[in-house]
């Protein structure tokens, strides 16, 4: 059974950068993709950044150059470097992993095909 753990973010000024954490256990890296999503307060969820062993990492446009994901040498610690931050993005971040592969240059999986989540790390950018 996957597992992902949070860690990371709080509070911070516009501009400043934060870094969140998503221990992962029980699944195979080169198996699934793991992703983060962002949900703010009244709009829907929405995908900022993801990464598969087959695939092209792939980000938002709107957080493009500012956040990194990657994964530690273990394959088991999935993060967000955020940097440049700005107050749309405050959110709720949530790391995610699903097996879900189109092959032949298919779609990337929709946030629906997502089947383990993490529990969420509420992420405030003050102005």
């Known amino acids: 059974q996957v597992q992902l753990v949070q860690s990371g973010g709080c509070s911070v000024q516009a501009g400043g950068s934060l870094s969140l954490s998503c221990a992962a256990s029980g699944y195979t890296y080169s198996n699934y993709y793991m992703a983060w999503f962002r949900q703010a307060p009244g709009k829907e969820r929405e995908e900022v950044a993801r990464l598969h062993s087959k695939g092209p990492t792939a980000y938002a446009d709107s957080v493009k150059d500012r956040f990194t994901v990657s994964l530690d040498n273990a394959k088991t610690t999935l993060y967000l470097q955020m940097n440049s931050l700005k107050p749309e993005d405050t959110a709720i971040y949530y790391c995610?992993?699903?097996?879900?592969?189109?092959?032949?240059?298919?779609?990337?999986?929709?946030?629906?095909?997502?089947?383990?989540w993490g529990q969420g790390t509420k992420v405030t950018v003050s102005s």
């Open positions: 995610a992993a699903t097996r879900v592969w189109y092959a032949g240059g298919g779609p990337a999986p929709s946030p629906n095909e997502y089947g383990y």
